[in-house]
């Protein structure tokens, strides 16, 4: 009787388990932009309340944080992710932000990450460096 219920939980587990190394070249999330490495996130841009990355690979993602994360005297961003361990972020997760500002000491907040942002006014943005 133990058998069967031993062969349901390695099926299970082996079905829940990652098809392959997130941030590893040929990564079918990175390569449909649904993912980015967080090392490659090389410049940003403030727009409203919402900051926005650009990766090496040039998409450009929305950061989207309730409450006074960004604004236009954001001088630096740098991207962690919030829960979990790994080097990438996929659309939908929380990152961890750390916002450097020209006026004020510099804030952590929770961002929501959405996109790719395929709009040409929000990934034309003028960027700067981190």
Do not use: K
């Amino acid at each position: 009787m133990r058998l069967p219920l031993l062969t349901a939980f390695a099926l299970t587990a082996a079905a829940c388990a990652p098809t392959g190394s997130p941030g590893v070249s040929g990564d079918p999330d990175i390569a449909s932009g649904r993912c980015f490495r967080i090392g490659q996130v090389h410049n940003f841009n403030v727009s409203g309340d919402d900051a926005y990355i650009r990766t090496n690979q040039a998409d450009v993602y929305r950061l989207v944080s309730s409450g006074d994360c960004f604004d236009q005297g954001t001088t630096s961003l740098t991207v962690e992710r919030h829960l979990g361990v790994g080097q990438t972020l996929c659309v939908g997760e929380e990152a961890r932000v750390r916002v450097g500002r020209a006026t004020s000491t510099p804030v952590v907040c929770i961002a929501r990450v959405e996109g790719p942002i395929t709009d040409s006014s929000v990934s034309g943005l003028p960027a700067r460096q981190r």
